[in-house]
């Protein structure tokens, strides 16, 4: 698709629906509704984000960085309480009439109401959600069947990825389908400090940062790390509980002395330096689009090893290293902690592949385009 590159903003609205709010604290669509609502207020946007709190009490509105926020209060917890949220939402947002972009189609069933009232909507469509194993049989159905209410009830859809248009394309035309995939900050420097608290050294260990789960293949790269010694650390990002969780107790298990399990840290400026300062970063994903943790790599300058699967190739590129198995995965640890011209080279390939496709600037501008030409 061929956008006019010269753009009329002015007078411009827009609500964002389906994170929990801004400032983001929890997840990558929280991160982009960031900085897109801030993208947008800063070229005369008038933008509403919704934001769930905990708890009770009524609505409550304010503005941030020149963004208007509608507070929601909810007090059931958990997927009950998105859900509830997500309703209440779309309710309020129904009645203010303005355009409408829904990031993600957990709930896109509600979304039935702004096509009754003729208010635009353009819905990112994420990942294939229902396919992954963690899902109940009844969660998988629910995400199946909003999946497609989505396709069906979007004005127009966000992929954020080829593969996710191809799926799409198979029930709705083509044209209603534009791939723009998420963004990361490019990072050229961070604070080594950080790294004291680990006893870590830069350059001298490799990371993963992604959820304990069977999809994210963290037991085999556990496994495929300590199948000998290496020198030095994995540095493994999230929470680990071998008591209430049977797959998180057995990565814990296979795990050998150099594998450095660090928990969940949610200060981004920690998160930064640990991946910064990395050797190399590991990336299991098996499902999916464009994985946030992945584009924040590479516009770290982190030279990838990532499973070898559709998703992952499009993103990392092909001057990437990927694994399709446990013994792949060791031997291609084995080559990137012993060969410095390959760290180095691969360092240039992770910076050339972010500046090409997921510069924040760049995503960003596809986005606004997209609603201009589909909101009016």
Same mark, same amino acid.
């Given at each position: 698709?061929?956008?006019?590159?010269?753009?009329?903003?002015?007078?411009?609205?827009?609500?964002?629906?389906?994170?929990?709010?801004?400032?983001?604290?929890?997840?990558?669509?929280?991160?982009?509704?960031?900085?897109?609502?801030?993208?947008?207020?800063?070229?005369?946007?008038? *933008?509403?984000?919704?934001?769930?709190?905990?708890?009770?009490?009524?609505?409550?509105?304010?503005?941030?960085?020149?963004?208007?926020? $509608?507070?929601?209060?909810?007090?059931?917890?958990?997927?009950?309480?998105?859900?509830?949220?997500?309703?209440?939402?779309?309710?309020?947002?129904?009645?203010?009439?303005?355009?409408?972009?829904?990031?993600?189609?957990?709930?896109?069933?509600?979304?039935?109401?702004?096509?009754?009232?003729?208010?635009?909507?353009? $819905?990112?469509?994420?990942?294939?959600?229902?396919?992954?194993?963690?899902?109940?049989?009844?969660?998988?159905?629910?995400?199946?069947?909003?999946?497609?209410?989505?396709?069906?009830?979007?004005?127009?859809?966000?992929?954020?990825?080829?593969?996710?248009?191809?799926?799409?394309?198979?029930?709705?035309?083509?044209?209603?389908?534009?791939? $723009?995939?998420?963004?990361?900050?490019?990072?050229?420097?961070?604070?080594?400090?950080?790294?004291?608290?680990?006893?870590?050294?830069?350059?001298?260990?490799?990371?993963?940062?992604?959820?304990?789960?069977?999809?994210?293949?963290?037991?085999?790269? *556990?496994?495929?790390?300590?199948?000998?010694?290496?020198?030095?650390?994995?540095? *493994?990002?999230?929470?680990?509980?071998?008591?209430?969780?049977?797959?998180?107790?057995?990565?814990?298990?296979?795990?050998?002395?150099?594998?450095?399990? *660090?928990?969940?840290?949610?200060?981004?400026?920690?998160?930064?330096?640990?991946?910064?300062?990395?050797?190399?970063?590991?990336?299991?994903?098996?499902?999916?689009?464009?994985?946030?943790?992945?584009?924040?790599?590479?516009?770290?300058?982190?030279?990838?090893?990532?499973?070898?699967?559709?998703?992952?190739?499009?993103?990392?590129?092909?001057?990437?290293?990927?694994?399709?198995?446990?013994?792949?995965?060791?031997?291609?640890?084995?080559?990137?902690?012993?060969?410095?011209?390959?760290?180095?080279?691969?360092?240039?390939?992770?910076?050339?592949?972010?500046?090409?496709?997921?510069?924040?600037?760049?995503?960003?501008?596809?986005?606004?385009?997209?609603?201009?030409?589909?909101?009016?």
């Amino acid at each position: 698709m061929v956008f006019n590159s010269t753009l009329t903003t002015t007078n411009k609205k827009l609500q964002i629906l389906g994170t929990r709010g801004i400032p983001a604290a929890h997840g990558g669509f929280e991160t982009f509704a960031q900085g897109f609502s801030i993208y947008l207020a800063q070229k005369g946007w008038d *933008v509403t984000v919704y934001c769930q709190e905990d708890g009770t009490g009524p609505i409550h509105e304010d503005d941030w960085q020149g963004i208007h926020r $509608i507070h929601i209060p909810v007090k059931q917890e958990g997927a009950k309480g998105t859900i509830v949220f997500d309703w209440i939402s779309t309710l309020h947002a129904a009645k203010r009439k303005i355009p409408v972009l829904t990031l993600g189609y957990n709930t896109a069933v509600f979304c039935l109401l702004y096509r009754l009232k003729g208010i635009k909507n353009i $819905i990112n469509m994420d990942g294939i959600e229902w396919q992954r194993d963690k899902w109940t049989p009844m969660q998988r159905a629910w995400l199946y069947i909003n999946e497609k209410a989505g396709a069906w009830l979007g004005n127009h859809l966000i992929a954020d990825h080829p593969e996710i248009k191809n799926h799409l394309g198979r029930f709705v035309c083509d044209e209603k389908i534009t791939v $723009i995939p998420y963004s990361a900050r490019l990072l050229k420097t961070a604070d080594q400090n950080y790294l004291s608290r680990f006893n870590l050294m830069p350059g001298r260990y490799a990371i993963l940062i992604a959820r304990p789960e069977p999809e994210n293949s963290i037991l085999e790269i *556990v496994r495929a790390y300590s199948d000998q010694k290496r020198g030095f650390p994995l540095v *493994v990002l999230g929470n680990y509980d071998p008591n209430t969780n049977t797959y998180q107790k057995s990565v814990l298990d296979a795990a050998g002395d150099e594998i450095m399990f *660090v928990g969940a840290i949610y200060d981004q400026k920690q998160v930064q330096a640990l991946r910064f300062y990395a050797r190399f970063y590991i990336h299991g994903h098996t499902v999916g689009g464009t994985n946030p943790s992945l584009v924040e790599a590479l516009g770290a300058g982190s030279p990838v090893l990532a499973h070898n699967n559709r998703f992952n190739r499009w993103v990392a590129g092909e001057n990437s290293l990927y694994f399709s198995t446990e013994s792949e995965c060791a031997q291609k640890i084995g080559e990137l902690i012993k060969n410095d011209k390959l760290i180095a080279s691969m360092k240039a390939a992770s910076q050339d592949q972010y500046r090409t496709k997921f510069t924040s600037r760049k995503i960003h501008g596809d986005y606004e385009r997209i609603l201009t030409e589909h909101i009016n």
